[in-house]
């Protein structure tokens, strides 16, 4: 997927510096099993562009750049602290899977085997349900704070049989701050040992004006897709995000 740039975001500062990785303390709260010392705050730096994350859900929590007059500004929706991240049902930033959009019915067959998973928009299983992969704590697997492609990698396996979805899954997403002020985004996921469906997808929502701009009506955005999900008549509203 490619995203095209506003006039704004082409005309953003092109200064490049050694772009680093500084990992910030550990967040203070416990939320049920989720402890202190496993969530952190991770951010990376290039020139006046910085982006941060966390393994709660390897979720993008800012990415400030410069306009096209030097002016600094958050364009991600999100919150302060990750204890909101927590607790948040709206996927601010997220990686959602293992299936994004809805599944309807909550329930698929896959090679003869008819599946029932766990139900949360109705009758329905919206992105990977309950606990989704924006739901859990990834492990930091990598980062590389030199060289010409300096990047994070988050990890989680999912379980088989997590949320009814059949089979181990391996699943690594890749950070990169590449060229001239460009945000990297890779996903990938490994099936070890039963099929699976998967359909991971970022969950950030973004206001190339600064979130604190107001509306995005003006904004426009082109995504080259090869493909599409197909919805049926029963969901095809409830399927617009």
Known sequence: ?????????????RIVVLLCFILVASTGFVNGSVKKKD??????KKGHLSAKFTNWGATIISVVV????????????????????????THFGAIVG???????????????THYKLVANDGKNTLHGGPIGFGDVVWKVHTYKNSGPDPHIVFTYHSFDGQQGFPGDLQ??????LIGNNKLSVKM?????????PVNLAQHAYWNLGGHNSGSI??????????????????????NTI
């Open 66 to 89: 410069p306009d096209k007059n030097g002016k600094l500004d958050d364009v991600i929706l999100g919150y302060n602290s990750v204890k909101d991240y927590v607790n948040d049902t």
């Open 98 to 112: 293992r299936v994004a959009n809805r599944i309807g019915g909550a329930q698929f067959t896959l090679n003869g």
């Open 171 to 176: 699943v690594f997403v890749t950070y990169a």
């Open 188 to 196: 990938n996921a490994k099936a070890l040992n039963k099929p699976t």
């Open 39 to 44: 969530v952190g705050i991770y951010e990376l």
């Open 217 to 238: 009506l003006s904004e426009k955005v082109q995504i080259f897709g090869s493909k599409i999900t197909v919805v049926d008549n029963r969901t095809r509203e409830r």
């Open 1 to 13: 997927m490619q995203i095209e740039p506003s006039n704004r975001t082409m005309k953003m500062s």
